[in-house]
């Protein structure tokens, strides 16, 4: 992934507005012509599909223009961030496919240096630690009609700042007590601007420093240095950093140190989606998910639980553009990108989900016949498996309908019906326990129409099902997803006050009596196949050589191809 290959060049993909500055940059020779950036999560949870826009953009534009994409770890509170988090990004950024320029960074590994630079701010007269409590801070901060006021610790001479800083450091004072503050411009009309806060006191001990620190940066002061230190050049973050941006180049010119510049894109936006590791989080933790990689979950785990792939992904990531202004994706443009990568991969196989028995009272018992079927109709290279066929399979309860409608091309009593590779089927009988139900049918078939034959005497059968022959069926569990939110816009807390009461309660159905053909006996962890007429399915961790797993990956119902034949979107 690393070196940018031919079809890159030739994409027809128009160059998006970072693409261009960083083309007009290298012209101009600037940063001797370097491309640097950086993906900085905060390990405080699982990365989601939010972050793969930000990992395709920054990784992707280092490939794309020979440079270099660092990972750095946004380690500034203690009080939320975890080892754990930080292997499982890792572990998702290489999934998705890139590598970082070694070693990966963590802004910790910068806390001295922070701690100087804080230091040379007061010794300038631009920063004094103040003795106001948060709420006071907050009630003199103003607001965007009227100017903030002054702290009354604002004048402390730099002697006093200094030692208060290094008590600070010291941990001689409480969590709260005293905070370090820019001097700028308490009146300014940017509120960023109003003497933000750089250092807090916080007793905590961190994953890395253990309790070497009794102060932490704040991300405003942190960020844009450690971009300095790692001599980034293009410093990528999204949206609501853009009023942050004069503070960012406050910091770095008063400093006077190496100066990267900052752009903002629009995040993504997911429909029937919270994209929030705050919301994420509460979802694992009160256990409304199995986990952060529950298949319903946005998280790239979760994804790849489910069945995505990375290369799906990467290609959403390319398709959603990087723009300047916020708007919602439809999540069926990434089930469409997925939809269409399966439908050139994925091996074909009959599955039957909801199991109804059908005797075939004129197939010999005891007899089986065997069909080659085809892998996979858009991969000549993906061969055929043989089918065993024999006097009882099954097939989907929903094929069959006592009382069919005009249109009904499935299987009805004294109407004919194909299976799929094997003989065309006429339902004789439908069999009922006492209560009434269904049990089974019982059909003829016509041998002359063996392996997907037309009928002699041309009479025309519109329907074709997937069947399983019943004595080689493997048993198996299926789980079917639907969108994890009902609404198509859960983060309007107008319609869903609380992620939690948005949640689809018919987001997970298990299916536990599944009838599988007996070629998917093999299937291994992670592998993807398309269940003929009922979605694309892959292999669930759960799964166990005698108790095999699927999950539904996408439905084969393509919501999104047929807008854009419809011309409602692009
Ligand atoms: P969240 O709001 O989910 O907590 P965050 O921005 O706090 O996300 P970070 O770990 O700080 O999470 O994000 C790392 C990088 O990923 C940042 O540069 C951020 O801008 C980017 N990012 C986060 N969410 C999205 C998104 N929805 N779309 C695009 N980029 C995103
Ligand atoms: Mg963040």
């Known amino acids: 992934m690393n070196e940018s290959t031919e079809q890159d060049n030739e994409s027809a993909t128009p160059a998006h507005f970072i693409q261009k500055i960083i083309e007009e940059d290298k012209k101009q020779g600037k940063h001797e012509g370097r491309v640097h950036t950086r993906f900085p999560p905060e390990p405080n949870g699982f990365l989601h599909i939010g972050h793969a826009k930000s990992i395709c953009l920054n990784f992707g534009l280092a490939r794309e223009f020979g440079g270099k994409c660092n990972l750095r770890f946004d380690d500034t509170n203690p009080i939320k961030e975890e080892q754990k988090y930080i292997d499982a990004i890792k572990q998702d950024v290489r999934w998705l496919g890139f590598e970082w320029d070694q070693p990966e960074c963590y802004t910790s590994d910068y806390f001295e240096q922070l701690y100087n630079w804080a230091v040379q701010l007061i010794e300038q007269g631009d920063a004094y630690v103040d003795d106001q409590t948060a709420d006071e801070i907050r009630e003199t901060r103003g607001t965007l009609k009227e100017p903030g006021q002054d702290s009354p610790y604002r004048n402390r001479e730099a002697e006093e700042n200094l030692d208060l800083f290094a008590r600070m450091r010291q941990g001689e004072f409480g969590s709260g007590e005293k905070v370090l503050r820019a001097k700028i411009d308490m009146a300014s009309g940017n509120l960023n601007m109003r003497d933000p806060v750089l250092y807090r ?257 041309g009479r025309k059968i519109k329907g074709t099902l997937q069947w399983v022959s019943a004595k080689h069926a493997i048993d198996g569990e299926v789980r079917l997803y639907d969108h994890l939110f009902t609404h198509e816009t859960p983060w309007d807390s107008k319609i869903v006050p609380e992620p939690k009461d948005g949640i689809n309660p018919e987001s997970l159905t298990v299916l536990k009596n599944v009838k599988l053909e007996p070629s998917l006996a093999s299937a291994k962890l992670g592998e993807r196949f398309q269940f003929l007429r009922m979605g694309y399915f892959s292999v669930d961790p759960d799964s166990r050589p005698d108790a095999l797993v699927f999950n539904r990956t996408v439905t084969l119902k393509d919501t999104w191809g047929k807008m854009v034949k419809k011309g409602k979107v692009g």
């Open 201 to 457: 006191i916080l007793k905590a001990t961190h994953p890395r420093t253990g309790d070497t620190w009794s102060i932490y940066p704040m991300y405003d002061w942190a960020h844009g240095q450690s971009d300095s230190v790692e001599g980034i050049t293009h410093s990528i973050c999204t949206l609501e950093f853009e009023d942050h941006r004069p503070l960012y180049d406050w910091c770095l010119d008063k400093l006077g140190v190496f100066h990267p510049q900052q752009y903002e894109f629009a995040r993504l936006q997911l429909s029937y989606t919270l994209l929030s590791k705050r919301v994420l989080i509460q979802l694992v933790n009160d256990g409304i998910v199995n986990g952060w990689d529950d298949p319903r979950m946005p998280t790239i785990t979760g994804l790849k639980r489910r069945g995505y792939t990375p290369e799906s992904i990467r290609e959403f990531c390319e398709r959603i553009g990087v723009a300047k202004a916020n708007s919602t994706v439809d999540i069926a443009l990434l089930e469409h990108c997925l939809r269409e990568e399966l439908n050139k991969t994925a091996r074909r196989v009959m599955a039957v989900l909801n199991p109804l028995k059908l005797v075939i009272t004129n197939f010999p018992e005891g007899k089986v016949d065997e069909f080659e079927v085809e892998n996979n109709p858009e991969d000549e290279t993906a061969g055929h498996r043989k089918v065993p066929f024999s006097r009882e399979v099954y097939i989907e309860a929903d094929d069959f309908k006592e009382d069919a409608p005009k249109k009904f091309f499935r299987l009805s009593p004294g109407k004919e019906v194909r299976l799929k590779s094997a003989y065309i089927v006429r339902c004789d009988e439908v069999i009922k326990n006492d209560a009434g139900d269904i049990v089974e049918l019982h059909c003829t078939y016509d041998p002359e129409t063996r392996g997907g034959a037309n009928p002699k005497d």
